[in-house]
Nanobody, 119 residues
Framework: VQLQASGGGLVQAGGSLRLSCAAS????????MGWYRQAPGKQRELVAR???????NYADSVKGRFTISRNNAKNTVYLQMNSLRPEDTAVYYC??????????????WGQGTQVTVSS
């Protein structure tokens, strides 16, 4: 099982970016998919998460600005980021809890994608 993230980049404050993360491999089902971020000198933190039933969780700092969504048919999760701020600058990591076809449950991480917001 692999997670492939894309969509990071450089944007001015107030701008928007959309991150995508596709899961591939021997997948039976996906319990949740989400995004974490880690800024220099800081711990990795949850940004947003969406579980299989569609419920979502957001960090307080991104509520109202970021939207997480999921395409179950494509095993893909998206993070639409609007009204970006310099403090959103970080490496963003896709994460998922996946049930493999062997019925084992594991947590997986994508490779990380850099988001830089200039002031």
């Amino acid at each position: 099982v692999q997670l492939q993230a894309s969509g990071g980049g450089l944007v001015q404050a107030g701008g928007s970016l959309r991150l995508s993360c596709a899961a591939s491999g021997s997948i039976f089902s996906i319990n949740y998919m989400g995004w974490y971020r880690q800024a220099p000198g800081k711990q990795r933190e949850l940004v947003a998460r969406i579980i299989s039933g569609g419920s979502t969780n957001y960090a307080d700092s991104v509520k109202g600005r970021f939207t997480i969504s999921r395409n179950n048919a494509k095993n893909t999760v998206y993070l639409q980021m609007n009204s970006l701020r310099p403090e959103d600058t970080a490496v963003y990591y896709c994460a998922a809890e996946i049930v493999a076809t062997a019925r084992s449950i594991s947590n997986y991480w994508g490779q990380g994608t850099q988001v830089t917001v200039s002031s």
